[in-house]
């Protein structure tokens, strides 16, 4: 017994000791360091919120959040930080050791810079927020020649041209979601619109991606419940659940659901390499699927070999099929979600997205889906609704972007000249921030479509690079043209048929304890769940129009 207190003592003094002391050190070195930056730009004047050497900014942050509502996404939250003293270009944030050091970019022009014309590479910190989805590195959180091959091999996939041959896909998910919309409706019951959209979504990229069927709006899918689990766990500690990431049971999870998806996935990545290998892909039913787009492009520098798939490019492909089954619905869902939220606030609006439905497709609805199948250019001839889903962007998007700055780089302001240092920080482009910039957007908080249908030089006219939720430049969104293809596809089928109308009074009288609730005065303000999601899921009642044509069977 006493040899074995000998032992603890000796690994005491010899291991644990040193190690905790470098620990402190390191800690202290970095404390040190981290202030000094900050202590010399706000001696530069530099746009900063009130900041202290011991706390930084976390002190008056965290009396700024108690402005907002508890569950408010930081980036809405730091959006009307911005607004509320004046931040009208960008301001720098020290939340060391809970946060990164950044520079918030909060207008049009230096977000151009950062963007588009310096092109600076995506910070090492997007690693840990995208891996547990991904399982691996992805052009999402890549530089240099990696990204750039991952976006060639993915270019013509994404494309207009090959994105309209998706449409028998979005349409065969649509159908299903359009049915789940009128089982409610007959039921009257409130349900929360984020979920079963984002279950919808989920289903539309399975079937683009994969040429996989989830149905997960009606039954368990390995892939998409895995998929979804691993978001729900991840969503704990980005709002603030500690916890959580101890938590072994979330680790162990974790690891089980990326074992489920890499092993279907690669199940159905080894059946579309036999069809490759014997040439089906050729044959005029084929390649379909992002993933088949992607494979053909792969195999005309790599020649086909071997039985079954190469495992480096097995392993790589898994792990974008993972990337955009996340980014890839997520935002997609919310945008949907919020479109409909904004129409049921605005009838005048509804009418006319509505009439130019009717306009341009068949006034039976029961045909609708018909005839898109037949001509699926008709989705591009709906300036309005296109105008509806930019404006609701705006009001609403759901990612920023994210770049590293460096020691040579510095963002300058075209009209006064003030450079602002990037070396050390990650170059936050607040996307929230930039859109309702009231120096470049008049009356910035209202949802007005016409914004995007008048000509220029009418004061609505939007300005230059202050438009940006797909961001802008090299690494701009990949999946934009599917984005909002999946969602004009979902207004045309919806619009017409279904009445929304959301339940947030109804929840409010059930949790008074809530506090709070409203931002920017609005009370569907967002919350982080993967993208910026509508606060408690959107309660929500839906009931059918006059027009449907299951009216009379539900009434
Ligand atoms: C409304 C829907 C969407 C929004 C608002 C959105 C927004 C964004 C934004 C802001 C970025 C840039 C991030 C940065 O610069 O740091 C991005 C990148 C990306 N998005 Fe989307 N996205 C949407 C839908 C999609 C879809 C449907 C897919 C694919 C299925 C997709 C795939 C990607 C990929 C792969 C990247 C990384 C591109 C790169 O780094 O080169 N996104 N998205």
Known sequence: MEGLGNDWKWTGSRIVLPLAAIYVARFFYTFVSVRLVFYRLKKRRFPMIKWNPILGNLASIASFMKTAPKDAQVAMTFATLAAESGFDKCFYMDTWPFGFSALVVTSPDLAVQACQALDLPKPDLLVPLI????????????????????????????????????????????????????????????????????RYVMDIIGNVALGTRFISQRRYHPIASSMRDTIDRECQIETGNQFSRMNPVRWFKQWRNSRTMNHYIGLELEKRYQQLKHAEFSSPSGPKTLMDLAMAEHFKTSPVAGETLDPKFKAWATAHMRLFLFVGHDSTAVTIVYCHYLLSKHPEILAKVRAE????????????????????????????????IKETLRLFPPANGLREGSSNVVLRDTK???????????IWILHAAVHR????????????????????????????????????????????????????????????????????AEWDRQHPEHGLNTMFGERAYTVQAGSAHPAQGMPCKVSLTARSPHKSSSS
């Open 131 to 198: 891996s547990p989805m991904a399982g691996a590195r992805t052009i999402f959180d890549s530089n240099g020649p990696e990204a750039k091959r991952g976006r060639e091999l993915f270019h013509y996939g994404f494309s207009m041209r090959s994105v309209l041959g998706y449409v028998p896909c979005i349409l065969q998910e649509v159908e299903v979601y359009v049915d789940v919309l009128r089982k409610l409706a007959k039921t009257g019951k409130i349900f929360l619109m984020d979920e079963i959209t984002c």
């Open 357 to 388: 439905h009717d306009e341009v497709f068949i006034t039976d609805l029961a045909k609708t889906a018909s005839l898109l199948r037949e001509r699926p250019e008709l989705i591009n001839r709906l300036p309005y609704t296109l105008a509806v």
């Open 416 to 426: 006064t000249g003030t450079t602002y240092p990037t070396d050390g920080f990650a």
């Open 437 to 504: 910039n009231p120096r470049h957007w008049p009356d910035p908080h209202s949802f007005i479509p016409d914004r995007w249908l008048v000509e220029p030089g009418h004061p609505l006219y939007p300005p230059a690079g202050g438009w940006r939720p797909f961001e802008h430049g090299p690494r701009d969104c990949i999946g934009q043209s599917l984005a909002l293809l999946d969602i004009r596809t979902t207004l045309l089928m919806t619009v017409r048929e279904f009445d929304f109308k959301d339940q947030y």
